[in-house]
Nanobody, 125 residues
């Protein structure tokens, strides 16, 4: 099992940057596919970015490509989400998740069993 704790959220003006961190305890982040998801008020939780456990390949939601970067630092058992050029539509609670979902199911939040508590990101226009 793994326990996840997110940090780094906050209030930012449009165009600014934030870096979210997801610290894991228990099994290492290298043993899992690690994903970032977000949920805006009144909306369903959605995929943002993922880094696969095998090979470290990354994938992104189209709306964040070129602006967000997911990375993993195994020595610190931490996964990051660097968010640049933030937009008001990025406002949401951001969650870190870990598991070993089947191939192509990594975008499906229902396939992840381990979650952090979430960190709020608010982007003002």
């Amino acid at each position: 099992q793994v326990q996840l704790v997110e940090s780094g959220g906050g209030l930012m003006q449009a165009g600014g940057s934030l870096r979210l961190s997801c610290a894991a305890s228990g099994r290492t982040t290298g043993s899992y596919t690690m994903g970032w998801f977000r949920q805006a008020p009144g909306k369903e939780r959605e995929f943002v970015a993922v880094i696969l456990w095998s090979g470290g390949k990354t994938y992104y939601q189209d709306s964040v490509k070129g602006r967000f970067t997911i990375s993993r630092e195994n020595a610190k058992n931490t996964v990051y989400l660097q968010m640049n050029s933030l937009k008001p539509e990025d406002t949401a609670i951001y969650f870190c998740a870990a598991d070993l979902p089947p191939w192509a199911a990594y975008i499906d939040w229902k396939r992840y069993n381990y979650w952090g508590q979430g960190t709020q990101v608010i982007v003002s226009s």
